[in-house]
């Protein structure tokens, strides 16, 4: 079975610093992907990053990044020059050939002024 | 963007009454889905679909069906409401099967009083 975990269940960060968000996850899949994705207070689901499995390179979105360490099936999203507008729940997500994705439990960020 | 609605977007019922929820979408994808979101759990898959009459039960589909009999909509009914059934209801479609991801509907907030 596929999982995913988020041990982070809240996070906080002046603006303008920079924040890692964790998360974890467990497939017996070799083709797979992943996924952040941002769900401000309006409640909106927005994907944020993807990354492919069979990429070694870290995928990146203007200030979002990540650190896909696949030997240790972790997935981190790091936010660099935090804005007021990033305050949202965050959610790490896996899929792979089913189309179905899995969700992890979330990290509620606040940015601070 | 309009590619996704979902209707109602605040819904308050009786126990035991039937609830149809609404999915539209406008891209002609071939899969779409419906999930819901609690507070510790993340988004949970409910039902799915990957066309037309075609449809498969998720990890948490007891007291819920679907129908597809179109492209575009996609409906979850509640056979009858049960307060454990109060949740935010999300509607996704998606392109193909892998590493699409999803686009999401705005969300229905269900209450079951």
């Known amino acids: 079975a596929q999982t995913v975990t988020q041990s982070q269940p809240e996070m906080s960060v002046q603006e303008a610093e920079t924040v890692t968000l964790s998360c974890t996850y467990d497939t017996s899949e070799n083709n797979y992907y992943l996924f952040w994705y941002k769900q401000p207070p309006s409640r909106q689901m927005i994907l944020v990053i993807r990354q492919e499995a069979y990429k070694q390179q870290n995928a990146t979105e203007n200030r979002f990044s990540v650190n896909f360490q696949k030997a240790a099936k972790s997935f981190s999203l790091k936010i660099s020059d935090s804005q007021l507008g990033d305050t949202a729940m965050y959610f790490c997500a896996l899929g792979g050939a089913t189309n179905k994705l899995i969700f992890g439990t979330g990290t509620l960020l606040a940015v601070q002024p | 963007d309009a590619g996704i609605t979902q209707s109602p977007r605040h819904k308050v019922t009786e126990t035991g009454t039937p609830v149809t929820l609404r999915c539209h979408q406008t891209?002609?994808?071939?899969?779409m889905y419906w999930y819901r979101q609690d507070p510790g759990h993340g988004l949970r898959l409910i039902h799915y679909?990957?066309?037309?009459?075609?449809?498969d039960k998720g990890e948490v589909s007891d007291g819920y069906s679907v129908s597809r009999s179109k492209t575009e909509d996609f409906l979850l009914t509640l056979e009858s409401a049960t307060s454990s059934q109060t949740s935010v209801y999300f509607c996704?479609?998606?392109?193909?099967?892998?590493?699409?991801?999803?686009?999401f509907g705005s969300g229905t907030r269900l209450t079951v009083v």
């Open positions: 996704a479609i998606s392109e193909g099967a892998g590493g699409y991801g999803y686009t």
């Open positions: 679909s990957y066309g037309v009459k075609d449809t």
């Open positions: 891209e002609n994808h071939r899969y």
